[in-house]
């Protein structure tokens, strides 16, 4: 099977510009969340997406919007675009263990530059 | 507020012992307590998931321990190996609003192996 893509790898943007990343989870997997990776912050979670409703939501601005499509790939919108949001963007997709145990397959990640 | 520490240091070790991470959390009360690995520029992989319930759990050279009464848990790797040379994230799941369970993260734990 193959594993969590995302793309763009790499973005280079302007303040005030906005930005759209795209995630295709594994196939079969209906969950898909991103996050934020920051040296400062670490990994902090945005939103996860389950079948094209938006299930949870972190603690961030309302720049920072999501969408599932109906084949459950997803996109993440960042308008007007800040200085602190350059960081690595990772998408994830849940998979189901034994019982109700769950765990995130990530993606490689989207490193978005903002100048 | 929920709180995830992990030491910030990077631990240096020798190829052959054994390395040993720390994670230790506040105000929370985790379902399962994950770690993964992160190599530089690339999105974590999961290792290993530990439920409350669960005392000890091992997977090859990996064992982790959770200990609820000291809210902490212990990441083991036995004759370590330059290649098991990365970053080691620690993540609390707790259930959110919407149904589902979102990983906290730690800011993780740099391991560096020397041959």
């Known amino acids: 099977k193959a594993g969590v893509t995302q793309t763009p790898r790499y973005l280079i943007k302007t303040r005030g510009q906005q930005v759209t990343l795209s995630c295709s989870p594994i196939?079969?997997?209906?969950?898909v969340s991103w996050y934020q990776q920051t040296p400062g912050q670490g990994l902090q979670f945005l939103f996860e997406?389950?079948?094209?409703?938006?299930?949870n939501k972190g603690n961030f601005p309302g720049r920072f919007s999501g969408r599932q499509f109906s084949n459950s790939r997803s996109e993440m919108n960042v308008s007007t675009l800040e200085l602190g949001d350059s960081a690595l963007y990772l998408c994830?997709?849940?998979?189901?263990?034994?019982?109700?145990?769950?765990?995130?397959?990530f993606g490689p990640g989207t490193r978005l530059l903002v100048l | 507020s929920q709180k995830i520490e992990q030491n910030s240091e990077a631990l240096n070790i020798q190829e052959g012992k054994t390395a040993t991470l720390t994670c230790n959390y506040t105000?929370?009360?985790?379902?399962?307590l994950q770690w993964y690995r992160q190599d530089p520029g690339r999105g974590p992989v999961f290792l290993l998931l530990?439920?409350?319930?669960?005392k000890e759990k091992r997977k090859e050279r990996l064992k982790v321990t959770f200990d609820t009464t000291l809210k902490q848990s212990l990441f083991h790797i036995t004759a370590s190996q330059p290649a098991d040379s990365a970053t080691y994230l620690c993540?609390?799941?707790?259930?959110?609003?919407?149904?589902?369970?979102?990983?906290?993260f730690g800011r993780g734990t740099s391991l560096i192996v020397h041959p």
């Open positions: 994830a997709s849940r998979r189901k263990l034994a019982g109700d145990q769950e765990t995130q397959y």
């Open positions: 196939s079969g997997h209906r969950s």
């Open positions: 997406y389950f079948s094209e409703t938006q299930r």
């Open positions: 105000n929370y009360s985790p379902a399962y």
């Open positions: 530990i439920r409350e319930n669960e």
């Open positions: 993540a609390l799941d707790f259930l959110a609003s919407g149904g589902s369970y979102i990983p906290t």
